[in-house]
């Protein structure tokens, strides 16, 4: 399966400890998003790299979160001191901008779903 | 907010009928996109159309594009039990970084 993937699925957590997330994109994309979404809700964005730049962060991105992209290839989201509200799905997405232009069409991964306790 | 919002946030229909979402925005953009979400599961890209055109058709998919409205809209026709789902309208304002702002979705049900 050559789509976007991620890990884990799912993440049960107590208040008060970290967690990372992983995101493999699709092996040519160059650009990857990271986006929140919560229950009722569309998704938000969170932040963009485009290889191993990041380029561009929410302000929902408080500084307990960091993101990471070495190499310009899988990405790595880590939250901090977990709060309940950090409760939901953290989605991952790429697209490509090749010598034709960027393409808008982003593919989504299947989320990474956080319950903080 | 400067996000896409999309009007009715839930339909119920039958099968074999078609479905309309309608999504509005606030500022000039560079292109719309919707997207599909069956529950608990990631988004799958249905359509982009750029700000330069009117219409676009996929298979039993059709969107416009108002931009003197700020408004698009998704027709599905001859709906199916499968097309149950969240329907997400996402645009992009340009720029090099290409990210979307989401709409709250409208939630479809079609029912056999």
């Known amino acids: 399966d050559t789509g976007v993937s991620q890990n884990p699925r799912h993440k049960i957590t107590k208040r008060g400890q970290n967690v990372t997330f992983r995101c493999d994109p699709i092996?040519?994309?160059?650009?990857l998003y990271w986006y929140r979404q919560t229950l009722g809700q569309g998704p938000e964005f969170l932040t963009y790299?485009?290889?191993?730049?990041?380029?561009?962060k929410s302000r929902l991105l408080s500084d307990r979160f960091s993101a990471e992209r070495p190499k310009g290839s899988f990405s790595t989201l880590e939250i901090q001191r977990t709060e309940q509200g950090d409760s939901a799905m953290y989605l991952c997405?790429?697209?490509?901008?090749?010598?034709?232009?960027?393409?808008?069409?982003?593919?989504f991964g299947p989320g990474t779903r956080l319950t903080v306790l | 907010s400067q996000q896409g919002e999309e009007d009715p946030q839930a339909l119920s229909i039958q099968e074999g009928e078609n479905a309309t979402m309608n999504c509005s925005y606030k500022?000039?953009?560079?292109?719309l996109q919707w997207y599909r979400q069956n529950s608990g599961r990631g988004l799958v890209h249905l359509i982009l159309?750029?700000?330069?055109?009117r219409e676009k058709h996929s298979g039993r998919l059709r969107v416009t594009l108002d931009t003197s409205k700020k408004s698009s809209s998704l027709l599905i026709t001859a709906s199916r039990a499968a097309d149950t789902a969240s329907y997400f309208c996402?645009?992009?304002?340009?720029?090099?970084?290409?990210?979307?702002?989401f709409g709250k979705g409208t939630k479809l049900s079609v029912k056999p």
């Open positions: 997405a790429s697209s490509s901008s090749g010598l034709a232009g960027p393409s808008h069409e982003q593919f």
């Open positions: 500022t000039s953009i560079n292109n």
């Open positions: 996402a645009v992009n304002y340009g720029g090099s970084q290409g990210n979307l702002i």
């Open positions: 092996s040519e994309h160059n650009r």
């Open positions: 790299f485009q290889n191993e730049a990041q380029l561009e």
């Open positions: 159309i750029r700000s330069n055109e």
